[in-house]
């Protein structure tokens, strides 16, 4: 089983609309919880970071995070044709292991005009 | 503001050649990882340097290697290349190793 696991997708949405991205994880010592986006053939780019349970807000883009049930999300509002692209959730440990992220597989979003 | 830097963009090699990646981190940051993405999968950790200093390796044979130098630019050697080798490999920098690690855009790397 992997530490980080999430819907390979793809992931098809009208223009406007909300889009639910979801990872589940295995390993409770993870503490800190991070989305990234990658467009094809680029690095990725640290989308949102959170390291406690609950909703954190950045424009139209929202993390959440479930540590009881170890399940994190990132929504998007008003999703726009710019937006396609793959979405990474990415974790790590306390301490020193903290500089070690394990990714999920990455969700291909497409998001038609 | 530059971001991470990697050089080169893409390289070819052949079976068994050796290979050298390099990253500089954003101005201020001490810390880089390097990471593999293989094509349609998410990047797996390879190295973590602190202030020059091995912080974390993953689960990588002894053929990768990486160092950190005082301006904490940074290179990755691989040696002995297999066809699996061929992906994109990512450098990321942060302050200190920690949260909000920055990447680049890649070393995409060809192994025929």
């Known amino acids: 089983q992997k530490e980080v696991e999430q819907d390979p997708g793809p992931l098809s949405v009208p223009e406007g609309a909300i889009v639910s991205l979801n990872c589940t994880y295995s390993n409770s010592a993870f503490q800190y919880f991070m989305w990234y986006r990658q467009y094809s053939r680029k690095g990725p780019e640290l989308l949102m970071y959170?390291?406690?349970?609950g909703n954190k807000e950045d424009g139209r883009f929202t993390a959440q995070v479930d540590k009881s049930s170890k399940y994190i999300s990132l929504f998007i509002r008003d999703s726009q044709p710019s937006d396609s692209a793959t979405y990474l959730c990415?974790?790590?440990?306390?301490?020193?292991?903290?500089?070690?992220?394990?990714f999920g597989q990455g969700t291909e979003l497409s998001v038609k005009p | 503001d530059a971001g991470v830097t990697q050089s080169p963009t893409h390289l070819i090699k052949t079976r068994g050649q050796h290979v050298t990646l390099r990253c500089s981190p954003i101005?201020?940051?001490?810390?880089v990882s390097w990471y593999q993405q293989v094509l349609g999968q998410g990047p797996q950790f390879i190295f973590q340097?602190?202030?020059?200093?091995?912080?974390g390796r993953g689960n990588f044979p002894d053929r990768f290697s990486a160092r950190q130098f005082p301006n904490y630019s940074s290179e990755l050697n691989v040696n002995a290349l297999l066809l699996g080798d061929s992906a994109l490999y990512l450098c990321?920098?942060?302050?200190?190793?920690?949260?909000?690690?920055?990447f680049g855009p890649g070393t995409r790397l060809t192994v025929l």
């Open positions: 101005s201020g940051h001490k810390s």
């Open positions: 959170t390291y406690s349970s």
């Open positions: 990321a920098s942060s302050l200190d190793g920690r949260l909000g690690q920055f």
């Open positions: 990415a974790m790590s440990e306390r301490g020193n292991q903290g500089g070690k992220l394990i």
């Open positions: 340097y602190y202030e020059k200093e091995e912080r």
